[in-house]
């Protein structure tokens, strides 16, 4: 190889794809090399994402990921607010950030960070939102465009350190959703459905439904928004659309319906206010509502860490079992006798991994 190409394979380090950086024009390193990089450095630090999906618009998709992610803060983890929905990039305002900018570090676009009692860890807020001069900007971006801004927003955005990434879609089984999946092949990824109980809202939904399984995308579960109407002087309940028997529909897909949502004046006013319900007013009925949703996808990540401390322990096993020193020591007994303490030795291992599944699983 010669010294130009070994040049041009050293990375600049910067936290930030190149269409960010000032020496772009003039940088002769391997910029698609960084751009790699970026992706591959933010993933190694993120544990779980979880995608929202609602291939219908105007069904609450954004409402339902951002209580997610708030909900999901309350509960002690590291959170990640991504806002991917190009047109209507509107998480900026579910947690209070309208009009705000970010601006370019070594270390990356910088996130907003959303802060509320009870959240032990600054939710990380990243959104096309504050990249636009005001709110009232339209995006006309043909699909290269958003192909290239996806990737900015798993890459450029400086999440740190997390335990779950929250995906906002847009609507649709478009690009955007194409360019997500196949960058995040081999992540822990999952997807939650939202929808409203009417037909055609379903119809729209079992077709994301279909996506998922054609694309072997996990689907923790769908979520029901908008399944009733509370009446603020009795709290009686009464249904604003007919059900078109989702739950059925949705069993043909193996999907469990995991969570129903009222129709509810509150949870528009805090979105409005930039202050999401299970953060804002925790007692409610309607922010208890999203708890089976929550709870869903927090037992996700104590089952993934499980999972993963037992992988580990089991490659301890088969690294130490390959040791040439032990090697040599089994090799001078018994055949019988070594074949028993390779099996208390793996039993031992295996029972620690349960004692550590069962603690992540009570959380």
Not at 23 to 43: M, S, V, W, Y
Not at 288 to 317: H, K, N, T, Y
Request: aromatic share 6%; with cysteine; proline share 5%.
């Amino acid at each position: 190889m010669q010294f130009g190409e070994k040049l041009a394979k050293l990375d600049c380090s910067l936290g930030h794809a190149c269409q960010f950086c000032p020496h772009e024009e003039t940088c002769t390193l391997d910029k698609p090399h960084h751009n790699r990089r970026l992706i591959e450095a933010r993933l190694e630090e993120i544990d779980q994402i979880i995608v929202v999906l609602a291939n219908k618009g105007g069904v609450g998709k954004s409402t339902v990921a951002a209580n997610l992610a708030a909900g999901l803060a309350q509960r002690g983890f590291r959170v990640g607010m991504a806002d991917a929905d190009i047109h209507g990039p509107n998480q900026s305002r579910f947690f209070g950030f309208a009009g705000a900018h970010t601006r370019t570090t070594w270390s990356g676009l910088k996130t907003l960070n959303f802060s509320a009692d009870g959240i032990a860890h600054p939710l990380r807020v990243g959104s096309l939102a504050f990249l636009l001069s005001d709110d009232t900007v339209p995006i006309v971006w043909r699909d290269a465009y958003k192909h290239d801004f996806i990737h900015h927003l798993i890459g450029s955005f400086d999440w740190g350190s997390l335990d779950y990434l929250v995906v906002d879609m847009p609507p649709g089984t478009g690009n955007e959703l194409i360019t997500l999946c196949d960058m995040l092949e081999g992540s822990n990824l999952s997807s939650v459905l939202v929808t409203t109980p009417q037909a055609i809202a379903q119809m729209d939904s079992l077709k994301a439904a279909r996506f998922c399984r054609e694309r072997g995308l996990p689907v923790v579960g769908a979520v029901e928004n908008m399944s009733g109407v509370i009446c603020p002087h009795c709290d009686g309940a009464f249904h604003m659309f007919p059900d078109a028997g989702l739950e059925d529909a949705l069993a043909e897909f193996d999907i469990p319906r995991i969570a129903k949502i009222p129709l509810a004046p509150e949870l528009a006013a805090g979105s409005d206010a930039g202050a999401p319900l299970v953060v804002s007013a925790a007692e409610s009925t309607v922010a208890q509502a999203f708890d089976p949703l929550i709870d869903a996808v927090a037992e996700l990540g104590r089952e993934d860490f499980s999972g993963s401390v037992a992988r580990a322990l089991s490659d301890v096993f088969r690294q130490n079992m390959e040791a040439r020193d032990l090697q040599e020591a089994l090799t001078e007994l018994p055949e019988e006798e070594r074949r028993r303490l390779e099996a208390e030795f793996g039993a031992m291992l295996e029972g620690e991994a349960g004692r550590l599944h069962e603690a992540a699983r009570k959380g």
